[in-house]
Nanobody, 124 residues
Framework: QVQLVESGGGLVQAGDSLRLSCAASGGTFGNYAMGWFRQAPGKERVFVAASNWSGVKVLYADSVRGRFTVSVDNAKYTVTLQMNRLTPEDTATYYC?????????????????WGQGTQVTVSS
């Protein structure tokens, strides 16, 4: 079965950078997209960034545009999220997701597979 495994979370200080990775396995994907969502305590899960398999379609939430960079390695079915100039407001559990049509949606219900999440904590 398809599995997504995230890595790279941790505790950092405001202004620091962090790089998250997510590897998909257990399937063969043609046209697809991979994205990142996050959920802070007591809040709903929200879209962060996503890219289709070729990198032609890339989307960012307004809150992270200019600070975060998402990229997909199609040869390895991996997606990374480079997060720069982190703030305490970026503290959340980050989830990666995969969608099997390359539509690169921003709605979580449109994604087919999910990772377990990795915690990012930014101290002030």
């Amino acid at each position: 079965q398809v599995q997504l495994v995230e890595s790279g979370g941790g505790l950092v200080q405001a202004g620091d950078s962090l790089r998250l990775s997510c590897a998909a396995s257990g399937g063969t994907f043609g046209n697809y997209a991979m994205g990142w969502f996050r959920q802070a305590p007591g809040k709903e899960r929200v879209f962060v960034a996503a890219s289709n398999w070729s990198g032609v379609k890339v989307l960012y939430a307004d809150s992270v545009r200019g600070r975060f960079t998402v990229s997909v390695d199609n040869a390895k079915y991996t997606v990374t999220l480079q997060m720069n100039r982190l703030t305490p407001e970026d503290t959340a559990t980050y989830y990666c997701a995969l969608e099997e049509s390359s539509r690169t949606p921003i709605n979580d219900w449109e994604y087919d597979y999910w990772g377990q999440g990795t915690q990012v904590t930014v101290s002030s």
